[in-house]
């Protein structure tokens, strides 16, 4: 049981080129997210899904886009790298639960540097 | 809108003090979740503990204990005895009910303990 995981680690990105981040969950979970952390700010959400097929903005979506095509799988992609974008990002799961909320579940994460 | 502020945003303490993290939210709902995370050195987030808003016991968890007070929209974390392995940055989050359709959490931004030996 991997939990959550994301590829790559690391990455370097001159401005204007693109990357696809992977994250991948092996708990069945239907809720999915991606976050990004930048210092003193916290994790901000970029996007979400709710289940397969499916998926929302979040507080910071410009610039990113996503797909659910796999209920285990949440990819994140930058069509044209800006050096804000440098960021750490996080991939996160958790069941769907009635009435209540469930932790989320995070990956370890990706250093995304854009020069 | 939903907030969550941790105005410590760095405390040193000397290893076995008593420290406390901070943490105030506002929200208008009257249902939500309150969680908080560690993010040690290393960059993981780790799960500590989930609290509801109908559920104000106050809770331990060996050396650490969460003080959550709805009066004063605060939920504050105490460690006690702290240790160096304690260093990490800690995050307080936020999850409100109903209408929140992917059960999104409202993150603070971090308060970064550090123990000294």
């Known amino acids: 049981n991997a939990g959550v995981t994301q590829t790559p680690k690391f990455r370097v990105l001159k401005t204007g080129q693109s990357m696809t981040l992977l994250c991948a969950q092996d708990m069945n979970h239907e809720y999915m997210y991606w976050y990004r952390q930048d210092p003193g700010m916290g994790l901000r959400l970029i996007h979400y899904?709710?289940?397969?097929?499916?998926?929302a903005k979040g507080e910071v979506p410009d610039g990113y886009n996503v797909s659910r095509l796999k209920k285990q799988n949440f990819l994140l992609g930058l069509e044209s790298a800006a050096p804000s974008q440098t960021s750490v990002y996080f991939c996160?799961?958790?069941?769907?639960?009635?009435?209540?909320?469930?932790?989320?579940?995070f990956g370890p994460g990706t250093r995304l540097t854009v020069l | 809108a939903q907030k969550v502020t941790q105005a410590q945003t760095e405390i040193s303490v000397v290893e076995k003090e008593d420290v406390t993290l901070d943490c105030v939210y506002e929200?208008?709902?009257?249902?939500?979740?309150l969680f908080w995370y560690k993010q040690p050195p290393s960059g993981e987030l780790v799960f500590l503990i989930r609290r509801n808003s109908f559920d104000e016991q106050n809770e331990i968890s060996g050396r650490y204990s969460w003080n959550f007070q709805k009066s004063t929209s605060s939920f504050n974390f105490t460690i006690t005895a702290s240790q160096v392995v304690d260093s990490a940055v800690y995050f307080c989050a936020l999850i409100f009910l109903p209408g929140n359709a992917g059960n999104m959490l409202t993150f603070g931004g971090g308060t970064r303990l550090m123990v000294k030996p």
């Open positions: 929200t208008r709902d009257t249902t939500y979740y």
């Open positions: 899904s709710v289940g397969e097929g499916t998926t």
């Open positions: 996160a799961s958790t069941a769907r639960t009635s009435g209540g909320s469930d932790e989320q579940f």
